[in-house]
């Protein structure tokens, strides 16, 4: 017997896949998991959100800080020098480009008022500031009378503005040479402005520095 059309038809939309509904248990198992994954991920970021807190308060405390020191250096190398003078490295100087003997380069300064005498150099960035500053303005055939002397204590090299022993030092070789020569200077020329002792008597440029004695005096 011949098949009829509607049995031809009926074997040709049989669907050939079979449609499962999903496990209602496994489901639920899904569900039970993402809520341990949203309550472990909540545990996670209060967390971060506590380190980020000690994180911030970390970083404005030191962000006060570095900005109450800006302000002191900033008060302090913002303030006009002196007519004169001259702001290197953030102190005032001044440079007597006429030539004057030791003593007599010290009661120049001095004549500025109180606070100012001869440089005392005691850092190696001071010192930096004023070579570098020397090297391009100074007069490089005669050297800069500073504050350092041995006069009354034969040896012992102190800052006369300050009456401290001298810690730092840059002298140039075979520095100080001693002798009957007690008075110090910056050397001028191709020696780079290193220290040397001379002659107090001698003429020669000076460097005057503002604010210089402000320390108590050795013993």
């Not at 896949?17 to 993402?34: G, Y």
């Not at 807190?53 to 002191?72: E, G, Q, W």
């Not at 006429?98 to 005498?117: I, K, Q, T």
């Not at 005691?122 to 041995?150: A, P, R």
């Amino acid at each position: 017997m011949a098949p009829t059309l509607s049995g031809v038809l009926r074997g040709f939309i049989r669907p050939k896949f079979d449609i499962r509904l999903p496990d209602i248990n496994s489901m639920m198992s899904a569900r039970e998991a993402e809520e341990r994954l949203d309550r472990s991920g909540g545990r996670i970021q209060k967390r971060i959100g506590l380190r980020c807190k000690k994180l911030l308060l970390a970083t404005f405390i030191m962000a006060v800080c570095l900005t109450s020191v800006d302000a002191k250096k900033k008060e302090y190398t913002n303030r006009p020098c002196p007519m004169a003078f001259h702001e290197i490295g953030g102190k005032c100087y001044f440079y007597g480009y006429f030539p004057l003997n030791w003593y007599r380069a010290a009661e120049f300064c001095h004549s500025f008022g109180r606070g100012v005498s001869l440089a005392s150099i005691e850092s190696v960035q001071e010192n930096y500031f004023i070579k570098n500053w020397l090297s391009v303005n100074g007069n490089h055939n005669t050297g800069v009378w500073i504050g350092g002397s041995d006069n009354g204590h034969n040896g012992r090299w102190a800052w006369f503005p300050t009456g401290q022993l001298i810690d730092y030092s840059n002298w140039g070789p075979s520095q100080p040479s001693g002798g009957d020569q007690h008075c110090m200077y910056m050397v001028g020329g191709l020696l780079g402005y290193q220290w040397a002792d001379f002659h107090c008597e001698f003429d020669m440029h000076f460097l005057c520095e503002e604010d210089v004695n402000d320390n108590e005096p050795w013993r």
